[in-house]
């Protein structure tokens, strides 16, 4: 494959077809870029702000979820299943969206998102609430799917580097506001309010998305691979709940857990035969055909993996081992979570500045790599005032990489494939945050459970109680308790630096380096 592409042509648009063509369209003229981005972004920034929002709020306020209901080995199942349901969405509505139009999948993914929100937040339990979370990620799953496509069709592909540094800005304020929101609520109002912000936030966001002009659908491919999305959730399923299994480090359970992996590697099977086979597949294998784009898929689910596990285990370390109360927890993962968006943003100006992709996230990725090393290493060491900004530096290299992922798949997928093509990045980062957050949390519950089963017993209390709770044990056993608790971390951080540095990897591979 070349190392450039050449500029996208736009068709020819007829008299009569342009009657039909909404004012969304209408704006991808050179001569009007302002009416473009007031009348498209400003539909697709809420939406967008929503989807990343949600998973960082939540994130902030899992201890005290755990706290409230209990069972704390099951607390990251508020996160995994979320992505769980954002993974089977993604391509769902990428497919959808090309047939029906994108404006009303959009107003369908928010509806959904908002019920999902109200019955969390009335959740008796960490079963319900888990249920829940899987309605809401249903609708989830649409809006950055949904949201890419749009910026997609849109904008060429030389341009679309700025833009992903706007989608950037949005990435910021989300990220910024889902901590110290989360916390704030949290500490304020309890853990149900974060739910409860999603419906307004939701209305204003419908509104918004109702002033975009309806695009005529393609109503000719109204095939829908049901056998595939059948396969891939039997595929899904069965490994995350062998890795939920796996945690708790019994005789007992590797049966069941095997029997669960080999359940889901029959499945994955059978999906690939299926997508092959299919007029019409899920997934399309053709893409996949394409060094640059599976390439970029296994980058993106690599970057999904160490970022969303990130983002979910801090807190939990913030309170296990430092006492860190849910609104301290927010103000100290603010860094990271700007660092993320900052990191994009320059990004998306240099891509558009100079052309090149692939080398942002190929050193990037070295870099945060090495940054999560020292973090496992020596974060004993540091002072609670220092960690947040070594966050945030790792943070910055690792926003070097979906922008560049997005714009190398829109690139070689093409204006035809686009949807499927934004929905199949967002598909791979949502299976390796899911299948990465699973992996974290085994190894860092069964390390405690492996090494001392009166500590794992003990960590659960820990997180509803703080760490002052060791105060209580004999001298030694306190000393013990709580190195037990930071090898455990350690080991969870060096599981989410391989996920970068399996990504680096990926990156220096890229064939397709320049747009």
């Known amino acids: 494959m070349n190392e450039s592409i050449e500029p996208t042509k736009t068709p020819t648009v007829g008299a009569a077809d342009k009657r039909a063509v909404p004012a969304v369209i209408e704006a991808e003229k050179p001569e009007s870029p302002r009416k473009l981005f007031f009348t498209v972004f400003p539909s697709i920034m809420l939406p967008m702000f929503l989807a990343v929002a949600d ?51 959009m107003i369908t993914a928010l509806t959904i998102f ?32 949904l949201s890419q496509a749009l910026i997609g069709e849109a904008i060429p592909p030389r341009e679309r580097g700025r833009y992903q540094g706007y989608l950037a800005g949005v990435s910021v304020s989300s990220s910024t506001f889902g901590p110290v929101a989360g916390g704030y609520l949290t500490g304020a109002f309890g853990w149900r309010s974060i739910f409860y912000v999603n419906v307004p936030l939701g209305l204003i966001a419908m509104a918004l998305v109702l002033r975009l002009s309806a695009r005529p659908a393609d109503r000719r491919r109204t095939t829908f691979d049901i056998p595939g999305l059948v396969l891939f959730i039997m595929f899904v399923s069965p490994v995350i709940l062998a890795f939920e299994q796996l945690q708790r480090m019994r005789t007992s359970t590797l049966p069941l857990a095997l029997g669960l992996l080999a359940f889901g590697l029959l499945a994955l099977a059978a999906l690939i035969w299926q997508e092959r086979h299919s007029t019409a597949p899920l997934i399309p294998p053709r893409l996949f055909r394409e060094p640059s784009i599976w390439r970029s898929d296994a980058m993106a689910a690599c970057h999904g993996a160490a970022l969303v596990s990130l983002i979910t285990f801090l807190p939990i370390y913030l309170r296990a081992v430092r006492g860190a109360s849910p609104e ?26 100079t052309g090149r992709t692939a080398i942002f996230p190929s050193c990037g990725l070295v870099a945060a790599t090495a940054g999560l090393l020292v973090l496992a290493f ?66 860092l519950f069964a390390l405690l459970a492996a090494t001392d089963r009166e500590t794992a017993s003990l960590f659960g209390t820990i997180i509803e109680q703080g760490p002052d709770i060791i105060a209580n044990l004999a001298p030694d056993r306190q000393a013990a308790v709580q190195a037990e608790i930071v090898d455990a971390f350690r080991a969870a951080f060096i599981a989410i630096a391989g996920f970068e540095a399996a990504g680096a990897v990926l990156a220096w591979s890229l064939p397709l380096r320049r747009i």
């Open 55 to 105: 998973q960082t709020i939540v994130a902030t306020a899992l201890p005290a979820i755990a706290s409230d209901l209990g069972e704390i080995q099951r607390a990251s199942w508020v996160v995994v299943s979320y992505l769980i349901a954002n993974t089977i969405a993604a391509p769902v509505y990428g497919r959808l969206g090309d047939t029906f139009g994108r404006r009303p999948m």
């Open 328 to 353: 301290e927890t927010g103000l100290m993962l603010l860094p990271l979570t700007f660092g993320i968006g900052l990191g994009s943003l320059i990004t998306g100006q240099l891509v558009t500045r």
């Open 378 to 443: 020596w974060t004993p060491r540091l002072g609670t005032l220092v960690l947040p900004w070594i966050w945030c530096l790792i943070a910055i290299c690792m926003g070097t990489v979906m922008g560049v992922v997005q714009l190398t798949v829109q690139a070689v997928a093409g204006p035809r494939r686009l949807g499927t093509g934004a929905a199949m990045v967002q598909f791979s980062r949502s299976v390796g945050a899911a299948f990465g957050t699973a992996l974290v949390a085994a190894i």
């Open 114 to 145: 908002m019920l999902g929100s109200v019955l969390c937040a009335l959740a008796p339990n960490i079963e319900w609430l888990t249920a829940f979370r899987v309605l809401q990620g249903f609708g989830g799953g649409g809006l950055m799917t």
